[in-house]
């Protein structure tokens, strides 16, 4: 997928930004309490991580929504075709609608991006806080 507009410099402080955001955001990230846990320790991790995902951002993501980013952006209309006979009025529709429809595929393309960077946010809350549980359950068995 190609980064229509961005520059190597746009992907380095990207990089920097969502680095620091992943530090900031992991240390409150709920702890996942394993899968033999009771009901209720259950529902009131899935109430603070989804309070959690709120407060972010990534609610909507994290149940196959989009992310607010990508609903932002919106598509250009296409120019109807006039009336039979019309030269100057159909070369100047076919030039508009070839530019609409590079701006709506750029568009899309953002969208895309923005939706995959939401989810991989998502994904790796998620994987942190089992990551962390795994750890705290490994030295609770014996096993680290």
Same mark, same amino acid.
């Given at each position: 997928?190609?980064?229509?507009?961005?520059?190597?410099?746009?992907? &380095?402080?990207?990089? !920097?930004?969502?680095?620091?955001?992943?530090? !900031?955001? +992991?240390?409150?990230?709920?702890?996942?309490?394993?899968?033999?846990?009771?009901?209720?320790?259950?529902?009131?991790? /899935? /109430?603070?991580?989804? !309070?959690?995902?709120?407060?972010?951002? #990534?609610? /909507?993501? !994290?149940?196959?929504?989009?992310?607010?980013?990508?609903?932002?952006?919106?598509?250009?209309?296409?120019?109807?075709?006039?009336?039979?006979?019309?030269?100057?009025?159909? %070369?100047?529709?076919?030039?508009?609608?070839? &530019?609409?429809?590079?701006? +709506?595929?750029?568009?899309?393309?953002?969208?895309?991006?923005?939706?995959? /960077?939401?989810?991989?946010?998502?994904?790796?809350?998620?994987?942190?806080?089992?990551?962390?549980?795994?750890? #705290?359950?490994?030295?609770? %068995?014996?096993?680290?």
């Amino acid at each position: 997928m190609s980064h229509v507009g961005r520059s190597a410099g746009d992907s &380095k402080t990207a990089a !920097a930004h969502a680095s620091t955001d992943k530090n !900031a955001v +992991n240390n409150d990230f709920p702890v996942y309490p394993g899968v033999d846990c009771l009901s209720h320790v259950a529902s009131a991790w /899935e /109430e603070a991580a989804d !309070a959690k995902l709120v407060k972010l951002g #990534l609610y /909507e993501v !994290a149940y196959g929504g989009p992310p607010s980013e990508a609903k932002a952006i919106f598509d250009e209309h296409f120019l109807p075709n006039g009336p039979v006979g019309t030269t100057s009025y159909d %070369q100047r529709t076919a030039i508009h609608n070839s &530019k609409v429809l590079a701006n +709506n595929t750029r568009n899309e393309e953002r969208r895309f991006d923005l939706l995959m /960077e939401a989810r991989t946010k998502v994904y790796g809350l998620i994987k942190a806080s089992v990551d962390a549980s795994s750890m #705290l359950l490994g030295k609770d %068995q014996g096993q680290m």
